[in-house]
């Protein structure tokens, strides 16, 4: 079976880049009809091996027209043709983060941002300062804690985890739920707690952990499955809001996340799983005009039974509102937890934890069964797994489908998400069945320091983060900051991609697994499309296809290593249409 990226993969940008000689300039007549949008004297790299440079690109309507040499794309100009001058800047397809979670993303930024904070005290300082103009019983919120990368002891631990004794002094009044960065753990005050009903004898629920101390008391923190019990309270409390309150935080979640994506040049969005009626909320938004960018919404697996197939088939759609919203795909199934939080779901145990080999969070039978009624309806299937055991059961559960139903699994394009951990066997199939792996390159560099000491040198290198090993597969790698666990920076996870460089460190982690700079952005433009089925209308600045496209202040193909994160996003155009600009932007004429 030939690998699927090879139908689509690009020759080295560097050895094939053309001099913008008329041999290579983009062909068009010496008349042509203007256009409505002409970027011009800058360096315009397209993912398109049969041209991919030029300095100058002709819009019309929402499609690329031309690329080529600012003299080739002259004739496209006329009196009502819109010039944006890009002064030598970088134009590229628009980024697209193949995974996120959207309307979480919009949520989080009006919560209180967690991540980068340096310790736990510092943290409780923010809730206390939270509480102080908080109404009482209003829920306190916030996201992006992580106990491994504090520079400080968060005082009392159990289980690798902090307790919530400071929560409880900080915010009486006041029920409190911080989400864990990697989005598989929170910790709670005792007056959350106390409205979800939590105590010394609740049980864990399946697939999930009460951390509880040596006393039987629970602490404060619940991992995967069990954060449910946290949530449903929360979202009891949020239920009692007038159906005005809840449209209009629903609205300002999506304007958020929107606003955020174009800062970062993110034209796509592959969003991680949604409710049918958050689908409804958002198709609705689109309709009016209020959506400028492209989701792909995979339907979220709590959704997916036997009795609500008709709903789901009554939710697929393809390329709506002009292709601002797609809904073919189901996930993120979620067969296993997150390193950080030991819950990832491992063959042998923690180097660190040697009684401990991770959670399923959902049942392989039931993981069966969603892609079952996935394969009969026409949906993706995409399954979150970060072990090596998740990954092995994953990729086995895909393969009894593939062979029981008798269909060609490469082009089925199902996904795993993450694919962080490895065992050696598994890697080369990833490649034979056809298997996106949907990865994370910011993670690694992010999670780097913790994994040695969780895993141990030899399962480290062997099978963490190994893009360059599933790429000589044949497997497809896509690219993602599985925002809002990481800030959606497409070019903080370039820079990871093709650095490897740890945060917190002076070397690259296992640096033979970096990607070229070509492949980097292939994974965040050709490769993200192609999982998508969009190869055909995004992805690469062809003529016909639609016109995508982020501007950078710095050529991220050049430029030293660390000169990358530097860069900055200067304009984000959505199908010929600036929907960002940079207040640093050139001028345009």
Request: glycine share 10%; hydrophobic share 40%.
């Amino acid at each position: 079976m030939k690998p699927a990226p090879r139908h689509f993969a690009l020759a080295s940008i560097a050895a094939v880049a053309c001099t913008l000689a008329a041999a290579c300039a983009a062909k068009s007549p010496s008349t042509a009809a203007p256009a409505d949008l002409v970027l011009e004297h800058g360096k315009i790299v397209t993912m398109d091996s049969a041209n991919p440079q030029g300095q100058a690109v002709a819009i019309t309507g929402d499609r690329v027209t031309a690329v080529g040499s600012d003299a080739d794309i002259q004739k496209y100009v006329g009196p009502n043709t819109k010039v944006i001058d890009l002064h030598g800047n970088l134009a590229i397809p628009g980024f697209n983060e193949s995974h996120g979670h959207f309307t979480e993303l919009g949520a989080s930024l009006a919560e209180l941002k967690l991540m980068g904070v340096p310790t736990w005290q510092d943290i409780v300082a923010m809730v206390a300062t939270a509480a102080k103009t908080a109404k009482p019983g209003a829920w306190i919120q916030g996201r992006g804690w992580h106990q491994e990368k504090w520079n400080r002891s968060p005082g009392r631990v159990v289980k690798g985890f902090q307790t919530n004794d400071l929560l409880n002094t900080a915010a009486p009044n006041n029920p409190v739920v911080l989400g864990h960065a990697s989005g598989h753990a929170l910790i709670a005050n005792d007056a959350a707690m106390k409205l979800a009903g939590v105590g010394p004898n609740t049980p864990n629920p399946p697939g999930g952990e009460i951390i509880k101390d040596e006393t039987g008391k629970p602490t404060g923190v619940f991992v995967d499955g069990a954060q449910g019990l946290i949530r449903r309270a929360l979202s009891k409390s949020l239920g009692q809001r007038t159906p005005e309150e809840r449209q209009t935080d629903f609205t300002n979640d999506v304007h958020r996340a929107v606003q955020n994506a174009l800062e970062n040049g993110v034209t796509t969005f592959q969003d991680m799983g949604e409710s049918f009626a958050t689908i409804d909320g958002i198709k609705k938004m689109v309709d009016d005009n209020d959506v400028p960018m492209r989701l792909y919404i995979l339907v979220s697996a709590g959704e997916v039974r036997p009795d609500n197939v008709n709903a789901l088939k009554a939710h697929r759609m393809i390329d709506y509102g002009n292709g601002h919203l797609t809904v073919r795909a189901i996930g993120e199934i979620t067969a296993d937890g997150a390193l950080g939080s030991r819950s990832a779901w491992m063959l042998k145990p923690y180097d660190d934890d040697p009684t401990n080999t991770g959670l399923n969070v959902t049942t392989m039978p039931r993981i069966k069964q969603i892609a079952e009624l996935g394969l009969a309806n026409g949906f993706q299937i995409s399954v979150h797994a970060i072990g090596d055991r998740a990954n092995r059961e994953t990729l086995d559960t895909y393969e009894q489908v593939f062979n029981e139903h008798h269909v060609k699994s490469d082009t089925l394009r199902w996904r795993i998400e993450h694919a962080q951990h490895l065992n050696p066997s598994d890697i080369p199939r990833f490649g034979q069945m056809g298997v996106v792996a949907s990865m994370q390159a910011i993670h690694e560099c992010s999670d780097a320091p913790y994994v040695l000491p969780r895993l141990g040198r030899q399962r480290a290198e062997e099978g963490a983060y190994v893009w360059q090993k599933l790429w000589k597969t044949g497997a497809v790698v896509t690219n993602g900051t599985d925002v809002p666990v990481e800030d959606i920076s497409p070019i903080a996870s370039f820079h990871c991609s093709v650095t490897r460089d740890a945060v917190g460190t002076d070397s690259a982690f296992f640096p033979d697994q970096k990607l070229s700079r070509e492949q980097a952005l292939q994974t965040y433009t050709t490769n993200g499309a192609f999982v998508a089925f969009q190869e055909k209308e995004n992805g690469s600045l062809t003529p016909g296809k639609w016109a995508d496209i982020a501007v950078l202040s710095r050529d991220i193909m050049t430029v030293p290593p660390d000169s990358i994160l530097g860069t900055k996003v200067l304009y984000t155009i959505v199908g010929g249409k600036v929907v960002y600009t940079s207040p640093s932007a050139g001028g345009q004429q």
